[in-house]
């Protein structure tokens, strides 16, 4: 029985993946920033900045594997806030290596790091040109760095990159829950018939929250070694072709308004991966439907409004 140590547990993936986790023999640590703390659950704070903290917690607990979800994973957040980002997605990384160090035996440390590090294209394999184009870029691409200096340490480093994935629960920050929530509202005649959005034109993945955990359960069981994954569909949708399918599934009309301010100057055109490496080493392959992922977001939006 494995000890695993999830950071960022009570976020929006983090919740996901304590179910699925559960559903095994292994002993499941949730951790949480103190500040959001749920009111349901057994987590432990910890504040991933702070080296006494994570010194604290990780001697008091001794897991075997870390996964790492904790971070700020909002590439507009990041262009607004430089230093919360660097400081949670760089130095929070950091002080859980060296922190455990402390424990005196061999760690696997699984860092989920971004897709966002390839800066655009398709096709995207784990030896693609490596472009930074945001803040949160370069903040995950540093942590990826720092991991692999760890592996002099004796840990056992594996690096997802996770291409775009929804589902209920993701923040209105994130534009498909934000189209959702919209359109929820206007089926309850609390905003007139016009969503509001960025660029359409835009291509990424879209995969489902629920492929996505399955594919984080699959690399604790079956990655070892110190090695990059992909987690990727390989196919991706406009997020005009998106909107057709919110269109089809709402219970009005509406219109698109497009947004100048939501339109960010580095946004990448195209983002889709190559998933194969992690395919052939896991089994892994994406099963839940864009349509269906739509239907959920929307369902979930319209029961919390």
């Excluded at 990384?93 to 398709?122: H, Q």
């Excluded at 489902?208 to 991706?236: H, T, W």
């Excluded at 709402?250 to 490496?277: H, Y």
Aim: contains cysteine; proline residues 5%; aromatic residues 8%.
């Amino acid at each position: 029985m494995n000890r695993i140590l999830i950071t960022g547990a009570e976020g929006f993936v983090g919740s996901y993946l304590i179910k699925v986790l559960k559903e095994t023999l292994n002993y499941i640590i949730p951790t949480c920033f103190p500040l959001l703390k749920p009111k349901r659950g057994k987590f432990i704070p910890l504040d991933i900045t702070n080296i006494d903290a994570v010194r604290e917690v990780l001697k008091n607990q001794n897991p075997d594997v870390i996964f790492h979800l904790a971070a700020i994973s909002s590439v507009g957040r990041s262009f607004r806030d430089r230093l919360i980002t660097y400081n949670t997605n760089i130095i929070g990384t950091l002080n859980l290596l060296e922190g455990a160090r402390i424990l005196n035996k061999k760690i696997k440390f699984i860092f989920v790091s971004t897709c966002e590090v390839y800066g655009g294209g398709e096709n995207l394999k784990e030896d693609s040109e490596i472009q930074l184009k945001s803040p949160y870029a370069i903040s995950k691409y540093t942590a990826e760095l720092i991991c692999r200096d760890y592996t002099s340490e004796g840990f056992e480093i594996i690096i997802l990159r996770p291409f775009n994935h929804t589902g209920p629960g993701q923040s209105e920050e994130f534009v498909l829950p934000s189209i959702a929530k919209q359109i929820a509202e206007i089926e309850q005649n609390k905003r007139p018939p016009l969503i509001e959005i960025g660029n359409i034109d835009i291509k990424r993945e879209f995969m489902n929250v629920r492929d996505v955990i399955l594919a984080y359960k699959l690399a604790i069981e079956r990655c070892s070694g110190n090695d990059v994954y992909n987690i990727s569909s390989g196919s991706g949708y406009t997020l005009a072709e998106v909107i057709e399918k919110f269109k089809k599934v709402a219970r009005v009309k509406f219109e698109i308004k497009i947004d100048p301010a939501r339109i960010r100057k580095t946004d990448i055109p195209v983002l889709i991966g190559n998933g194969e490496k992690f395919s052939k080493k896991t089994g892994w392959q994406p099963r839940i439907a864009i349509d269906k992922t739509v239907e959920d977001l929307l369902n979930y939006w319209r029961a919390k409004i």
